[in-house]
């Protein structure tokens, strides 16, 4: 689906004009007579980074989930600098989400949902404690993950893309840095130093 997306907003490259038959009159004639001069197709960077931009737009518009099993694992390749799922839950600000902890710590069998984030200086959290049978969510942690984890303003609201970091393979376990280096967290959760 993706790369169907991709495909659609890939330019289309410029068509050769027809090769004219060699008579007399065109004997003479330079190579340019027959060819139309091709310009470079290659784009830009800027023009790059704006399909990029588009595409994971269109991506967290959509809601796409493609190439996923739940562990989570990647049953495609993934390049890098692909979009490759988002973690999607509740967004809220920072008190709320403080205030949610404290009820959460109360249950031993809850497990730690909350994604902290900035954008534009501005400090989000997104909760995606309940059960959305979303993939986002169950993305596991580790320092040295294949993702990495990309803002992004969406019709006026902050999402949080999960962009590959490298090539990824498919069967490979999906993993990222939930950057909490707290000692707290540490202490609770030892599984985060690694
Ligand atoms: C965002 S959830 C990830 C999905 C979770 N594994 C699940 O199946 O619902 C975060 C929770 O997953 C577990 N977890 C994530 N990464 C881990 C790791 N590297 N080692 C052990 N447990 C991990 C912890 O229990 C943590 O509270």
Same mark, same amino acid.
């Given at each position: 689906?993706?790369?169907?997306?991709? =495909? %659609? $907003?890939?330019?289309?490259?410029?068509?050769?004009?027809? $090769?004219?038959?060699?008579?007399?009159?065109?004997?003479?004639?330079?190579?340019?007579?027959? $060819?139309?001069?091709? @310009?470079?197709?290659?784009?830009?960077?800027?023009?790059?980074? !704006? /399909?990029?931009?588009?595409?994971? /737009?269109? =991506? %967290?518009?959509?809601?796409?989930?493609?190439?996923?099993?739940?562990?989570?694992?990647?049953?495609?390749? $993934?390049?890098?600098? #692909? *979009?490759?799922?988002?973690?999607?839950? #509740?967004?809220?600000?920072?008190?709320?989400?403080?205030?949610? !902890?404290?009820?959460?710590?109360?249950? #031993?069998?809850?497990?730690?949902?909350?994604?902290? *984030?900035?954008?534009?200086?501005?400090?989000?959290?997104?909760?995606?404690? =309940?059960?959305?049978?979303?993939?986002?969510?169950?993305?596991?942690?580790?320092?040295?993950?294949?993702?990495?984890? @990309?803002?992004?303003?969406?019709?006026?609201?902050?999402?949080?893309?999960?962009?590959?970091?490298?090539?990824?393979?498919?069967?490979? #376990?999906?993993?990222?840095?939930?950057?909490?280096?707290? @000692?707290?967290?540490?202490?609770?959760?030892?599984? %985060? =130093?690694?």
């Amino acid at each position: 689906m993706y790369k169907m997306v991709k =495909a %659609l $907003f890939k330019q289309k490259r410029q068509g050769r004009c027809a $090769f004219r038959q060699k008579t007399s009159e065109s004997l003479n004639h330079k190579v340019t007579d027959y $060819f139309s001069v091709r @310009k470079s197709i290659r784009r830009t960077k800027g023009e790059v980074l !704006e /399909e990029r931009k588009r595409l994971l /737009e269109y =991506a %967290l518009k959509k809601g796409i989930e493609d190439g996923l099993e739940v562990g989570v694992f990647a049953t495609k390749h $993934f390049q890098k600098g #692909e *979009f490759v799922v988002e973690y999607s839950g #509740e967004l809220i600000d920072v008190n709320e989400a403080y205030r949610r !902890e404290e009820v959460y710590e109360q249950d #031993e069998t809850t497990g730690c949902y909350m994604y902290y *984030f900035k954008y534009n200086e501005q400090q989000y959290c997104i909760d995606a404690t =309940a059960e959305s049978g979303k993939f986002g969510r169950l993305v596991n942690h580790s320092r040295n993950g294949n993702l990495l984890t @990309k803002a992004v303003m969406v019709d006026g609201v902050p999402r949080l893309a999960l962009i590959a970091k490298v090539d990824i393979k498919r069967d490979q #376990e999906l993993l990222y840095d939930y950057g909490d280096r707290s @000692k707290e967290s540490l202490v609770h959760h030892p599984w %985060l =130093a690694s």
